[in-house]
């Protein structure tokens, strides 16, 4: 039975390009070598945190989604648990029953659901080629509602 799983994984701001791409490959390997599909395999780049994280208030984030029967997400896990420039981990499974040949179909189109929901350009290989802009908030003037308020309650 095939699942489909999710991995996130957030890695020390000091790791270098190198080092994201031998993490990146080495989790590919995993996957491809106990008869899974790599759906996706992206590096989103530096984000914020939400909390710090050994004294680190900034982090790499890499995301994979791909299809296994489920057997080798202790290893990746392990392997997570042991590398020196993985901070943090999180394996969630997507789905229970997944039809391998449906699900390759639309890998397309969930690539750009994922670029649209983190706003951002992701190139060949997975990584952001580019982040969007961040949105125009619009100010409301906080005055002008509370000085209507007064003067017609007077």
Same mark, same amino acid.
């Given at each position: ?8 994984v957030?890695?020390? %701001? !000091?790791? !270098?390009? /190198? =080092?994201?791409?031998?993490? =990146? ?13 790599? *759906? ?15 004294? /680190?208030?900034?982090?790499?984030? *890499?995301?994979?989604?791909?299809l !296994? ?5 202790? /290893? ?23 039809? %391998? ?14 670029? =649209? ?11 952001v080629?580019?982040?969007? %802009?961040?949105?125009?908030? @619009?100010?409301? %003037?906080?005055?002008? @509602? ?9």
């Amino acid at each position: 039975m095939t699942r489909e799983f999710e991995l996130t994984v957030i890695v020390k %701001p !000091s790791a !270098s390009q /190198e =080092q994201q791409k031998q993490i =990146q490959q080495k989790v590919r390997t995993f996957i491809e070598q106990s008869g899974g599909v790599v *759906l996706h395999q992206l590096n989103l780049g530096r984000r914020n945190l939400s909390y710090e994280i050994a004294k /680190e208030s900034r982090a790499i984030y *890499l995301f994979w989604d791909f299809l !296994s029967d489920g057997k080798i997400v202790s /290893e990746i896990e392990r392997f997570c648990r042991y590398d020196d420039f993985v901070v943090k981990f999180l394996t969630v499974q997507a789905a229970e029953q997944v039809d %391998p040949a449906l699900r390759q179909a639309a890998h397309g189109e969930d690539r750009k659901k994922f670029e =649209q929901y983190f706003g951002v350009s992701l190139g060949a290989d997975g990584d952001v080629v580019a982040a969007a %802009p961040a949105p125009v908030v @619009p100010v409301i %003037p906080v005055a002008a @509602p509370v000085a209507a308020a007064a003067a017609s309650a007077s």
